[in-house]
């Protein structure tokens, strides 16, 4: 019985580029906003907004997780001014439109880590996330072999959603 839990391997060669690559410095968020928006597409670059901008996440947990952040470099909400902070917030609440419209999940986790111990993986730049979820959609894959499956290529998902950003989707009256 033990040997059939034993963990399998599941080879993917071309991480190694990403695992292999010196890391880039400075702050992703200000750099991915300082690239021409020519290099959007590359960089997952959804909707650049004049106060805030909507990023999809490179390592997402479901398909459509998108990040929302202040153009300023802050690190936490604390430090937004009002102006700011709501924003975020619009751009939130129409990224959740966006992606009820794309792709109909059945809720959404929206949420921010502030400090690195808090989970953070960017601390010096406050973002939200904002992640689509489906019923069901935490099955085996991830208990038994620790393995995450996404069901749509981020390409795709950049694609449809930057086209729905682009024609006002998600806006509220």
């Known amino acids: 019985m033990l040997a059939s839990l034993a963990m399998r391997?599941?080879?993917a060669p071309w991480r190694m580029e990403y695992v292999a690559a010196p890391g880039e410095q400075g702050c992703l968020f200000c750099r991915v906003?300082?690239?021409?928006?020519?290099?959007?597409?590359a960089n997952l670059l959804i909707h650049r907004g004049p106060d805030a901008f909507v990023l999809l996440n490179r390592f997402p947990y479901s398909s459509g997780?998108?990040?929302?952040?202040?153009?300023s470099h802050l690190a936490s909400l604390t430090d937004?001014?009002?102006?700011?902070?709501l924003a975020v917030t619009r751009l939130v609440r129409q990224s959740l439109g966006v992606l009820q419209e794309?792709?109909?999940?059945?809720?959404?986790?929206?949420g921010v880590n502030l400090g690195r111990v808090a989970?953070?993986?960017i601390p010096d730049h406050v973002h939200v996330h904002v992640v689509p979820r489906w019923t069901g959609d935490t099955n085996f894959m991830p208990v038994l072999g620790e393995v995450k499956v996404l069901n749509e290529h981020l390409e795709r998902t950049w694609e449809r959603l930057t086209a729905l950003f682009a024609a006002g989707a998600g806006q509220s009256p």
């Open 80 to 85: 937004l001014d009002d102006h700011a902070t």
């Open 65 to 71: 997780h998108l990040m929302v952040a202040p153009r």
């Open 33 to 41: 906003l300082a690239a021409p928006p020519a290099e959007d597409r």
């Open 119 to 121: 989970g953070a993986g």
């Open 102 to 110: 794309a792709s109909h999940p059945d809720g959404f986790n929206v």
């Open 9 to 11: 391997n599941l080879h």
